[in-house]
């Protein structure tokens, strides 16, 4: 029994088989590269999701959790730590937001969101999209369009309405005087990678003027320099009323956070929503490290250009591509058995769907990390 299958049966034992996971075990990580517990390296298009926007182990995001460990790791929201004003702080400057809340994870942060839209209108209504995604637990769920996702849990946080993603004329049909919020994601993550038009997006907000509903945007995939811009936002003339944010956030470490506009937190009060572990010093202090890397290296521009790059390889080999920044897809046929065939060739790539494939590497990756990419993907669809 190879070492790979026997830690494999050893997780069939005690975990939980919520998981369809490749056969892989992977024990460490450097830049864009992961190591199984063989010995082979993969070139690592995933990025954990999303997530590792400075591809794995970034030097200075291990020390700076190293340093804050030594001094402090937890102490609660009943007191206030440095590292979370410093963060708050830091994303008021590059997200353009007020103020903010500190959680764990995308979903946490889009279910901050919902409760904040309903407590600020009073209103109950939500209007999502197709082929959105918002996450797993019982709110973010809601507003999740796929039934396979949603029909075991029913009945669900109500009343939800689906409008025809990009549609302006659906969208009139569905929103109106009841609606809470409506709940965008910029560019559709794990719907197979659709940006959203600059019309539509329009639309949302002359409709917010009209029934004074919050407009949400769900930065946890679009943020933190994946697109070619900071936040997917920053591609439309329009500033949300709430966003939420995970993912790149803390390169790694688990962190999410919503950010809403002054007028939204004003009407906000004490114990309406709360998080134990939310905004901890490990978290807050890793989300600052990644946050000035990205600046210093430029990875925000890194990943318009190097993006560009990509998709243009892409539609070489597979005649489409569509996204933006580093956050591609491309059409093929057997999307599942490239993923399986890729992995053989040592290189990570995801599907969202049978016939889509979905690319989202570290906003380090350059143009020889692609051709190499490309190389093995190349092989991969034979």
Aim: glycine letters at 8%; proline letters at 3%.
């Amino acid at each position: 029994m190879s070492l790979t299958h026997s830690w494999i049966e050893r997780e069939k034992k005690v975990h939980i088989q919520f998981y369809r996971r490749l056969p892989v075990v992977f024990e460490r990580g450097a830049g864009c590269w992961l190591y199984d517990v063989e010995g082979n390296r993969y070139l690592d298009l995933v990025a954990g999701i999303a997530v590792c926007v400075l591809g794995h182990c970034h030097p200075e995001v291990v020390e700076a959790v190293k340093a804050q460990a030594e001094k402090l790791m937890h102490t609660s929201n009943l007191y206030y730590t440095i590292p979370q004003i410093e963060l708050a702080e830091k994303l008021s400057e590059i997200t353009g937001m007020d103020k903010f809340f500190f959680c764990n994870s995308g979903a946490e942060a889009v279910e901050a969101s919902l409760k904040i839209a309903r407590k600020v209108t009073g209103k109950k209504k939500f209007v999502a999209f197709t082929r959105s995604f918002h996450g797993r637990t019982m709110g973010a769920l809601s507003v999740t369009w796929k039934e396979v996702f949603r029909k075991p849990f029913e009945p669900l946080v109500e009343p939800v309405v689906f409008a025809e993603f990009n549609d302006v004329n659906d969208l009139k049909e569905k929103v109106d005087e009841s609606t809470a919020a409506v709940i965008l994601e910029p560019v559709q993550g794990e719907g197979g990678i659709n940006p959203a038009e600059e019309e539509f997006v329009n639309e949302i907000f002359e409709l917010k003027e009209k029934y004074g509903f919050v407009v949400i945007f769900d930065e946890v995939q679009t943020g933190f320099g994946r697109t070619g811009k900071w936040f997917g936002k920053d591609h439309f003339s329009v500033e949300p009323d709430v966003m939420a944010m995970a993912k790149g956030m803390g390169a790694g470490f688990p962190v999410g956070g919503v950010g809403v506009k002054e007028e939204i937190a004003e009407k906000l009060g004490f114990s309406e929503h709360a998080s134990t572990f939310g905004g901890n010093p490990l978290a807050c202090s890793a989300s600052l490290a990644c946050i000035r890397v990205i600046e210093r290296e430029k990875l925000v521009e890194n990943a318009e250009k190097t993006g560009k790059y990509f998709r243009e390889r892409l539609e070489e080999l597979f005649g489409n591509a569509r996204g933006l920044g580093l956050m591609l897809a491309a059409e093929c046929e057997n999307a599942f058995d490239v993923v399986s065939k890729a992995l053989e060739n040592f290189l990570l790539v995801n599907a969202t769907s049978e016939s889509s494939l979905r690319f989202v590497p570290p906003l380090i990756i350059g143009k020889e990390e692609v051709d190499m990419a490309i190389e093995k993907l190349s092989k991969s669809v034979r």
